[in-house]
Each structure stands twice: as structure tokens, then as C-alpha cells.
Nanobody, 125 residues
Framework: QVQLVESGGGLVQAGGSLRLSCAAS????????MGWYRQAPGKERELVAT???????NYADSVKGRFTISRDHAKNTVYLQMTSLKPEDTGVYYC???????????????????WGQGSQVTVSS
């Protein structure tokens, strides 16, 4: 009933830029927060950035000033513009949607903490 489809990952040299997109599809009524997390090899998944329906943003200290999260409510899409990329930004980037209200069988249902399939971002030195 709900899908998160990510795009935009890839290989880039240090100092370069990439833009990730994550589109939520389905019979969605509303989504509270959307965001990005990443997982480097051998490490735990960590927060990168989130944005709420009200536009409040939160960033990991390691990406502040370099990454920008934005959201298109009409398209249920969240973006992550990444600039001045560093090798330590390498990892699998996962889109997250929290507080989803969707319609199924004529009634409203809700779910939390829904994840995309992940996009590989590799930054070479």
C-alpha cells in the first residue's frame, strides 16, 4: 500500500555533489517526517537528516553546512542535496518515512518507521 522508491546514488569524487530523491507512493493521506539515514560498512545505521511536515529540519553534525534536505509535499518526495562530499560519506543511504497515514479499503490506517530499499553512495578520494 505504501512504497518508498529512492534514486540518485552513485560514485563521485571527493568534493563533488550528488542529489538523492525518495518518492513515497500509494494511497497516502499524510506523512509526518521524512528523512535520510546511512550505513557505512561495519558501522551502524545513523541519522543524516530529517524534515517534518512543518518544515523543521535536523542534521547530523557531520553533514551540517554540506547537505540540505528538502521536501515536496504535493509529490510526497524528499530530497537530499549533498555537496563537498568526503570519503567518509560513503555508505548505503536509506530513506525513512515516519507517521504515515494511508487509505485502504475506505478507512485510514497508520504506520511508522517505513524504509526505502537503500541507495549506494561512494565517494572516492
Amino acid at each position: 500500500q505504501v512504497q518508498l522508491v529512492e534514486s540518485g546514488g552513485g560514485l563521485v569524487q571527493a568534493g563533488g555533489s550528488l542529489r538523492l530523491s525518495c518518492a513515497a507512493s500509494g494511497t497516502i493521506f499524510s506523512i509526518n517526517a521524512m528523512g535520510w539515514y546511512r550505513q557505512a560498512p561495519g558501522k551502524e545505521r545513523e541519522l543524516v537528516a530529517t524534515v517534518t511536515s512543518g518544515g523543521w529540519t535536523n542534521y547530523a553534525d557531520s553533514v551540517k553546512g554540506r547537505f540540505t534536505i528538502s521536501r515536496d509535499h504535493a509529490k510526497n518526495t524528499v530530497y537530499l542535496q549533498m555537496t563537498s562530499l568526503k570519503p567518509e560519506d560513503t555508505g548505503v543511504y536509506y530513506c525513512n518515512a515516519d507517521g504515515i497515514v494511508y487509505i485502504i479499503g475506505g478507512r485510514y490506517e497508520s504506520m511508522s518507521d517505513y524504509w526505502g530499499q537503500g541507495s549506494q553512495v561512494t565517494v572516492s578520494s
